[in-house]
């Protein structure tokens, strides 16, 4: 553990700072600390090992794209399969129900004919790599039929079935892995229970006639005096009934993951006098460390029934529990119903954000390649999104130059700073999109912010570091590109309170209260403590600061 580093600026020199200085540019760290970083990556760039060595220790802020069933291990749930007493069909690769158990002591799954206990794959080397292999893409050839798109999306069919009470568990997982590569916030989507939601979305139907109504997208429409009609039918329907069982599945799998870890509290509080828990040896902080917001994913590949049913109790949970903090459509963006739907879907949210204009949105949009869909297809989605589903980040967007006018796109979303989660290997695995066809140089040169995600880790078998390493190798970005995508990760988390910068994806000047000082000090002045705890935001951007501060100053 390194020693716990003191405030640079003795106090009694904060008293004779003028206010024109307390507005002035902090140095994060010496420019001679950050000149030797520099130095340290460019050589490290030349090895992968290395690079990886270095990139594994540099603070990287949030992982803001990351969807908790697919940043789970194969391995982890062959675990949770035998302690639910699931079944394994050998042929199919697949987890199944259990027919009924023995009256042992130890009670064992009964399965159906052909299939084996969960249990008694540990003992079938083979079986058990098939299945590590049936969960996720290691190993994956491409053969007749089933392409890499196909294979990953089959993955979460095939891992079912095991029990919501693992949750807590698989946050500590994430969280765990997370701390290992000196990340400290994750916004996690997840799906909590909406079963009742959508009962009484089919029992309630869909407005009749809107099927005819066509826009100029050729796009399916509805209106929004249809929407405010449904809406409150569903409310009158008992839809908020189901919103105390999702906070409560939430507030459970949280407890879980403290249980877990031992933590004493879990990292919700806003007082950033960095604690020595929060010091990183090793360039690593401890899982507890790790703060964990929720965004609410809506299964948009579904009848608009159901998905405005569920959207709808997504911005009720996210209007009511701090822990959700935005919401998010999810499943692939080429499904029937996610396409031909799409615009009927984002005239939702164009609704529902009138409603609950409070709440974020975070929407997967240009998830798309050429030949996936027909060419119409890669012409709207993300200015959609943006215009009409008033998405504050956009999860993807790999197909921003089929888009209709993508300069003008461009500029829009510099301009209103709306950032784009980039998943590299996500977008290489499932839509085969190599670097000389990635848009992230594009992003970059529009001055569109842009932070690396995960997506799908587990599935994926990477990490955050894996994502950094393949910005910097495949795209030649330097040390200070990839410390303002951590410093982006950050700025457009869904974490409340202002920012800890002056200006949007500025990060030169910080908020007078915190200018009296080094940037992370460990020690805020009065005035910045005092600023940070009104802002979860800007506390954890302080800390990345810290972060910064230390990792740079112990480097070789």
């Known amino acids: 553990m390194l020693p716990r580093i003191q405030s640079f600026v003795p106090a009694i020199l904060f008293c004779l700072v003028t206010a024109a200085a307390q507005a002035a540019t902090p140095k994060t760290s010496t420019a001679r600390q950050e000149q030797r970083a520099t130095l340290a990556f460019n050589t490290a ?32 749930f062959l675990k949770d399969a035998a302690a639910d007493l699931l079944c394994v069909n050998p042929n199919t690769l697949s987890f199944t129900k259990n027919v009924g158990t023995t009256r042992s002591l130890a009670p064992q799954p009964v399965c159906s004919n052909g299939d084996v206990r969960a249990e008694s794959v540990f003992a079938d080397q083979h079986l058990y790599d098939a299945l590590v292999d049936s969960f996720s893409m290691r190993s994956f050839i491409p053969s007749a039929g089933i392409s890499a798109h196909d294979h990953f999306f089959s993955t979460f069919d095939r891992f079912g079935g095991i029990h919501k009470s693992h949750t807590g568990e698989w946050l500590n997982e994430v969280a765990t892995r997370a701390a290992a590569q000196n990340e400290q916030y994750l916004e996690i989507m997840e799906t909590p229970t909406f079963s009742n939601a959508a009962k009484l979305g089919y029992a309630l139907g869909w407005p009749t006639g809107t099927s005819l109504l066509v826009g100029t997208t050729g796009q399916k429409e509805v209106t929004p005096e249809q929407l405010a009609k449904l809406r409150d039918a569903l409310l009158a329907g008992g839809l908020r009934d189901e919103v105390a069982t999702d906070r409560k599945e939430l507030a459970d799998a949280e407890a879980k993951r403290s249980a877990i870890e031992n933590c004493p509290t879990m990292p919700q509080q806003t007082n950033v006098s960095i604690p020595s828990g929060d010091s990183i040896g090793e360039g690593h902080s401890t899982s507890c460390s790790v703060k964990i917001r929720f965004i609410y994913q809506v299964l948009r590949a579904f009848p608009p029934q159901q998905v405005f049913a569920q959207t709808l109790l997504g911005f009720e949970l996210a209007s009511q529990d701090p822990d959700v903090v935005g919401i998010n459509f999810v499943q692939p963006e080429d499904a029937f119903y996610s396409m031909s739907e799409y615009h009927r879907q984002m005239q939702m949210l164009d609704y529902l954000h009138t409603i609950y204009p409070r709440v974020h949105i975070t929407l997967h949009a240009g998830e798309l390649a050429p030949g996936l869909v027909p060419p119409a297809g890669l012409r709207f989605h993300i200015r959609e999104a943006v215009e009409l589903g008033h998405a504050e980040r956009i999860g993807h967007g790999a197909d921003i130059m089929y888009e209709d006018n993508p300069k003008a796109l461009l500029n829009e979303m510099a301009d209103h700073h709306i950032m ?17 066809h990635h848009p992230l140089p594009i992003y970059l040169a529009a001055h ?3 932070a690396v995600s995960t ?8 990490d955050l570091t894996n994502e950094y390493i393949r910005a910097a190798r495949d795209f030649n970005l330097s040390y200070a590109d990839l410390k303002n995508m951590a410093r982006t990760s950050l700025e457009h988390s869904f974490l409340p309170g202002p920012s800890l910068w002056r ?16 940037l992370g000090a460990e020690k805020p002045t009065t005035k910045c403590q005092a600023f940070l705890q009104s802002s979860e935001k800007a506390a954890e951007q302080w800390k990345l600061e810290h972060r910064y501060q230390l990792f740079e100053s112990t480097l070789p």
């Open 45 to 76: 760039k030349k090895n992968p090992l290395q690079l990886r060595a270095f990139l594994v220790r540099m603070p990287k802020g949030a992982d803001l794209h990351m969807h908790l069933s697919g940043a789970i291990f194969a391995e982890t």
């Open 420 to 436: 784009v989660e980039i998943n590299l290997t996500s977008n290489d695995v499932i839509l085969g999109i190599d670097p000389a």
């Open 448 to 450: 569109v912010p842009v």
């Open 455 to 462: 997506d799908d880790e587990g599935v994926s078998r990477i």
């Open 503 to 518: 200006q949007p994806d500025s990060f030169t000047r910080t908020n007078p209260a915190c200018g009296a000082q080094p």
